[in-house]
Structure formats: C-alpha cells, structure tokens
C-alpha cells in the first residue's frame, strides 16, 4: 500500500501545481481588477464622476425624500407678490431702509440680505440706508466674487463704503456648480486680502451660534465649537431639505409694511432674497431645476446650525475604498466559484445590498461611493467569468470527457461544480466495489459469430452500465466478459454499501426484462461479488501518456475474489461481512460459509444476498434459509448426522441449491474422516 501512494504521488504533485497555479491567476487577475477600480478612483474621471454625481442626487429624491427645516431660520422673498405691489425692480434703497427698520422692531436675530449696493443711489438715501444698518447692528450685506481657472480671485462686486461700514458684515454668494450645472457643494470661506470671507450662508450660522469668525481648517471649518466637514477643496457639500418652498416665507412687501406680526420673526435668522421669476437668481439642486439661491444659502445655515452635513473626507474615502475591495473580491471569487450563470444571480444580491448600505449611510450624512463598488462588482464579474470559461470551465470539459462515459450525470455535475473533489491524484477512501462476470460466457462465445459476439455484449453492458449509473456507480472497467464497478469515487456516496447492494438487485431485474423484450438473445446471467473497504483511487499510469482513474487495494481484490467464489458455490453473488454489517437490517442475507480466500490469512464471513428487506421473501425461502442456518450450526458444532440430515433434506426440496450440495458433501465426507480436534469451521479456498 505505500507502494502504491508513492505511485501516485506524481500525478498528485501535477494536480496541486495545476491548481495552486489557476488560484494564483485567480488572484492575480483578482488584483489586477480592484487595481484598475480604485485607480479610477483617484483620478476621478469626468464619466464615473457625473454618474456618481447622479446617484448623490438620487440619494435626495428618491432615497431620503425631503425633511423640516429649523425653526430659526426663515425667507423674506422679493416675489412676484412684492414686485406687483411695489413696483419694477430694483426699488428705491429707502425701500430697504423701511424694512431693516421693521426687522429690528420685531426683534430678528440677523438679517441676511443676498443683495448687493455696488453705486451709490444719492447721498440723502444712503446715508438713510446706512444709518437703518447700524441701528439693526445685525444685518450682513452680499458680495460676489469672480474667480480666475486657478481659483485666485479676480475682482469683485460689492458695496459701497458706507454701507459696508454701517453693516454688520458680508457674505459671499459664489457658488459651485458642478459640470452638469447642479449645485452639490458651497466655498465656506474666500481668503481675499488676507481676510478669510464666510459665505452667506455660514454667515447666518456664525450669528445664530454667536460666532464672530470662522477657522479654516484642512478638512473642516471651524465655527466656534462646531466643526463642518469639507473636502480635499475646502468645499462643504450641501445637505438638501427639499424642493423649493422648504423654509417659511414672507413676502418684502409685507414685512416692509408691518403686515406679518412681530413674534413670527423674533429671534429668527432672517435671509432676504428674490424669488420672482422675472429676477434671476435660479439655481439648479438635486431636488429642482428651479430654486431660488436665497433657499441654498439659508440651507447651508440650517445645515452648520444644527449639524447635519454630508460627509466626504477621509474615513469615506477609506471606507469607498475597502468597498471597491470587498465587493469587487467577493464578486469574483463568487463567480470563480460558482458558474457565471449562478453568480449573475448573486451579482444583483451583492450589489443591490451594497447600494441599500450607501443610503443608510447616506441618511447618516456620510457620502459613499455607489458608482465606483458597482465598477468594480461588475468588473471583476466579467473578468472572473471570462477567466472560468477561458481556464476552469476548459477543466470541467476536460472531467466531462474523462468521467461522463463511465459516471452517472448526477457525479459529473458534482465533479464539474466541485472539481477539486476528485482528488485524481490519489487519495483514500471508503468505497463499496463489485465485480461482475457472466456465467457460462466461453460456451457462448463459440456458438455464436465474433461480431454478433460482441454485438451482443454490447446490449447486455448498456444495459448493465444504465442501471449502475441510476444507483450512483462508477463504471471502471469492462473485463471481457465482465465488468469492475464501485461506489465512493471519485466522489464520496453516503450509504455506498447499500447503494451497492441495491444495484446487484436491480442488474438481475434489468437482465430478465432485456430478454423478455428481446428474446433472441442469448440467455446471460451474471454472478456477482461485492465488497466495502478503503482502497486508493486516483490516475494511474504512464504520465503524460496512458492515464486511467481506478481504484486499488485489498478491498478491491477480495471483491475480485468473491466474484470467482460465487461460482463455487454456486449462487449468483457473494457478499462480504463488512457490506452485510453495513446493511443487514435493509437486506436478506444468508449466510454461506467461513472461509479465507487465495493470498488471505483472514477468514471471512460470505453472504448470499437473496433480496431487499423491504419487498422481503416468500414463505418457501424463509423456510430454506431456517433450515440453512440450522444445518450450519449444526455441521460448525460437529453433529455430522444432524447437519447430513437437514442438508439432505434441503437438498431433496431444493434440488438446485448448490449450497446446501456441498454442505451434504462435506457432511458425509467428515462422518467418515473427522477433520481435527482444532478444526476452526474454516473453508479454505485453493483457487482465485
């Protein structure tokens, strides 16, 4: 036996080169793939960039839908209410002057006007207008920016000194559109003559938090103990409320001319802005193509005031990356695993899963990539099914061609799905084994012409090959006029030993309906020996040249053996101990003999496997197999008389039963010549 794994250590080293070398390529190609994905990644490309552009605006719409604004912030709109009521703008600058007034009696916290006074309108009514803004003492002016390609600024549109003096202080309203012209993301602050200059918006936040200034921090902003997350940039994405309309709105003509009680805008952060749509200051969200700039800006206060922002920096960046890696591997290795076919319908699960994470993520304010997971999901999908179909599924093609001729479809699939199963280089296992030969096959053959010979042969070996594949068998190898097949191999067969036992049933029923629907066939039967026990199965051969998959070892000798003893006694088929131990309460047995075999120093206990326990014997056979057993006993107890006259009278009623002939025999021949006093009951068998 260790002969025998020395032989296979070959072939086995093959094997294990073959696969350590398709797993590494798996892996390689694997790398390669996540290498690709996160490569694009970093250089952002415009395409991946706009499509996961497109799913933070679907985070809004169709994910988290719209939510309630803070109480503290509101809208005075310049709207079309206002512009019919008091004329075409832009009115008058003692317009304004009446309403910072009427702000401040009604006591708002601070005014925030996204409108800017570049010119001077007359020296009476700005002087009024200045005089209107320092008495509020909270009312913060607009100022726009124009900005070179590098993001130096270039000049800008402010207000005139005495306003800018009177004012609390200004807020830019520059924002940034992306390429596809939607706003994502607002400039908090504008370093501009060595001064660092809020937005608007940030400046509505600094006043309602009480904060004078705002620190500019790599990655954050710092707004007295509040800390607002920017990107690589300096750029704060926006955290959308809703379409248009979110924020409670008041028309200027009404507060202008005291219409909206005084407790509707005490202690609000107030923003003054145009809403008409004959004035343009329309800007593009994720929720409408239509919104009026004042909303963005009172949105970025509502988003720093009560600290609710979308997060982009560094944990995301690291968590987008471990997804690119996770999902991209895990759909590889899936398809790697599984056939394409199979894992395109786990591709769907993984993903899908995937995106129902980015938006609970996302509800949770932090951005993570959607595009960029599904990339490499679908990537590394299709390189791992061009990888199988190009290498693994050649190698299930390959078992196809090897097994299918001599395996039922039910293994090969099991072998094509789990390849390395069949450990082809040699391996252990438990095993049950037949060896079938048929009786009486050389008076045939010289009745009968060679070429209808083994034309007839043929029809009996489909027949025989059919219903061993039905049970589970392996065909290993046709023997002339017989045929070795086993069970347990390539691939592991639970309860093989009653597989096994099954199948000898079902051969003798199959044969006796052959030639009932083919009369004119010779009349084949067939004797049968059936074994269990470990042997070794793998290739063996000449490598490289003549292989074959089989099985070898004493398991597979003594089956050979109890094959050619079943013709010495005379029954269809001989059953070793260990396969009748394995099934004695499914199967009807007798008991034949103890005897040791050619080549054996071990006796062992043979078996006449009569039936299944299940369709069970007639009344006749159960009175046969009494009576057997009781001259058995008697003849291993050495009552030669009692065992002579049972098995004379067995013999008498059943005149075919080799058995109980050769027991008679035997009987009679110890009644004349006792065998000795250390007789141990034990046959000993002289030829193979």
């Given at each position: 036996m260790d002969q025998v794994s020395d032989d296979f250590s070959l072939?086995?080293?093959?094997?294990?080169?073959?696969?350590?070398?398709?797993?590494?390529?798996?892996?390689?190609?694997?790398l390669l793939t996540l290498v690709v994905v996160v490569a694009l990644y970093y250089r952002q490309t415009p395409v991946l960039e706009g499509f996961?552009?497109?799913?933070?605006?679907?985070?809004?719409?169709?994910?988290?839908?719209?939510?309630?604004p803070s109480p503290d912030i509101a809208i005075i709109a310049i709207n079309d209410k206002s512009i019919a009521e008091l004329g075409r703008f832009p009115w008058s600058r003692s317009t304004f002057t009446t309403l910072v007034d009427e702000v401040h009696k009604a006591g708002a916290k601070a005014l925030l006007m996204d409108v800017f006074f570049p010119e001077s309108e007359g020296p009476q009514v700005d002087k009024a207008f200045a005089a209107a803004l320092a008495r509020a003492g909270n009312v913060s002016l607009a100022i726009a920016f124009d900005f070179a390609p590098?993001?130096?600024?270039?000049?800008?549109?402010?207000?005139?000194?005495?306003?800018?003096?009177?004012?609390?202080?200004?807020?830019?309203?520059n924002f940034l559109p992306d390429k596809d012209g939607v706003n994502r993301r607002t400039m908090l602050l504008v370093p501009h003559e060595g001064k660092l200059v809020p937005s608007l918006g940030l400046q509505g936040a600094m006043a309602a938090l009480g904060v004078k200034e705002a620190v500019q921090?790599?990655?954050?902003?710092?707004?007295?103990?509040?800390?607002?997350?920017?990107?690589?940039?300096?750029?704060?994405?926006?955290?959308?409320?809703?379409?248009?309309?979110?924020?409670?709105?008041?028309?200027?003509?009404?507060?202008?001319?005291?219409?909206?009680?005084?407790?509707?805008?005490?202690?609000?952060i107030l923003f003054l802005g145009m809403t008409a749509l004959g004035i343009y200051d329309m800007r593009v969200t994720p929720f409408h193509g239509n919104t009026p700039g004042v909303e963005i800006n009172a949105t970025i206060?509502?988003?720093?005031?009560?600290?609710?922002?979308?997060?982009?920096?560094?944990?995301?960046?690291?968590?987008?990356?471990?997804?690119?890696?996770v999902v991209g591997a895990l759909v590889?290795?899936?398809?790697?695993?599984?056939?394409?076919?199979?894992?395109?319908?786990?591709?769907?699960?993984?993903?899908?899963?995937?995106?129902?994470?980015?938006?609970?993520?996302?509800?949770?304010?932090?951005?993570?990539?959607?595009?960029?997971?599904?990339?490499?999901?679908?990537?590394?999908?299709?390189?791992?099914?061009?990888?199988?179909?190009?290498?693994?599924?050649?190698?299930s093609r390959e078992i196809h061609s090897v097994f299918s001729s001599y395996v039922s479809k039910k293994i090969v699939d099991e072998l094509v799905r789990h390849p390395e199963r069949a450990t082809i280089g040699g391996d252990h296992r438990q095993i049950t084994i037949l060896f079938l030969d048929i009786k009486g096959f050389t008076a045939i053959s010289e009745r009968l012409p060679a070429m209808e010979l083994v034309s007839t042969l043929n029809s009996y070996f489909a027949v025989l090959t059919k219903v061993i594949m039905e049970h589970d068998g392996t065909v290993d190898k046709f023997l002339g006029d017989g045929l070795m097949a086993y069970w347990g191999a390539p691939l592991a067969v639970e309860h093989h030993e009653a597989k096994g036992a099954a199948c000898i049933l079902a051969l003798k029923e199959a044969v006796a309906r052959l030639l009932e629907s083919h009369p004119e066939l010779p009349e084949f039967t067939f004797r049968a020996g059936l074994n269990s026990g470990d042997v070794v199965a793998g290739n063996i051969g000449a490598p490289g040249?003549?292989?074959?998959?089989?099985?070898?070892?004493?398991?597979?000798?003594?089956?050979?053996?109890?094959?050619?003893?079943?013709?010495?006694?005379?029954?269809?088929?001989?059953?070793?101990?260990?396969?009748?131990?394995?099934?004695?309460?499914?199967?009807?047995?007798?008991?034949?003999d103890r005897i040791r075999v050619v080549g054996k120093k071990i006796p062992i206990t043979i078996y006449e496997l009569l039936a299944s326990g299940k369709e069970g014997v007639d009344d006749s056979i159960h009175k046969m197999l009494r009576l057997f057993a009781q001259g058995l006993q008697a003849y291993r107890d050495k009552r030669w008389q009692d065992a002579t006259e049972i098995f004379a009278a067995l013999c008498q009623r059943y005149p075919d039963d080799k058995p109980s002939q050769l027991y008679l025999e035997r009987c009679r021949r110890y009644i004349d010549e006792p065998p000795p006093e250390n007789w141990d009951t034990i046959f000993q068998r002289k030829e193979k």
């Open positions: 072939p086995e080293a093959m094997i294990h080169y073959y696969s350590k070398k398709q797993n590494l390529a798996g892996f390689l190609l694997t996961e552009a497109k799913t933070y605006d679907l985070r809004f719409e169709l994910g988290r839908g719209p939510v309630s590098d993001g130096r600024v270039i000049g800008v549109t402010g207000n005139i000194p005495i306003l800018k003096q009177a004012s609390y202080a200004e807020g830019h309203i921090r790599p990655y954050s902003v710092r707004v007295g103990e509040r800390r607002v997350p920017t990107d690589y940039y300096d750029t704060m994405l926006i955290n959308f409320l809703g379409p248009p309309g979110a924020f409670p709105m008041y028309s200027f003509a009404d507060v202008m001319k005291g219409r909206i009680a005084p407790e509707e805008l005490r202690g609000k206060c509502d988003n720093i005031i009560r600290g609710h922002f979308v997060r982009r920096s560094i944990p995301e960046v690291l968590l987008d990356l471990l997804f690119i890696i590889f290795f899936s398809t790697f695993r599984f056939r394409p076919a199979h894992a395109l319908l786990l591709l769907p699960l993984v993903l899908g899963g995937y995106v129902a994470l980015a938006v609970v993520m996302f509800d949770k304010g932090h951005w993570l990539s959607i595009i960029y997971p599904l990339t490499s999901g679908i990537l590394a999908y299709t390189v791992a099914a061009g990888f199988r179909f190009v290498i693994l599924d050649r190698r040249r003549k292989m074959e998959y089989t099985v070898i070892g004493d398991t597979v000798n003594l089956a050979a053996r109890l094959e050619g003893t079943a013709k010495f006694y005379g029954v269809d088929n001989l059953v070793s101990e260990s396969l009748y131990a394995a099934t004695r309460n499914d199967f009807i047995y007798r008991e034949l």
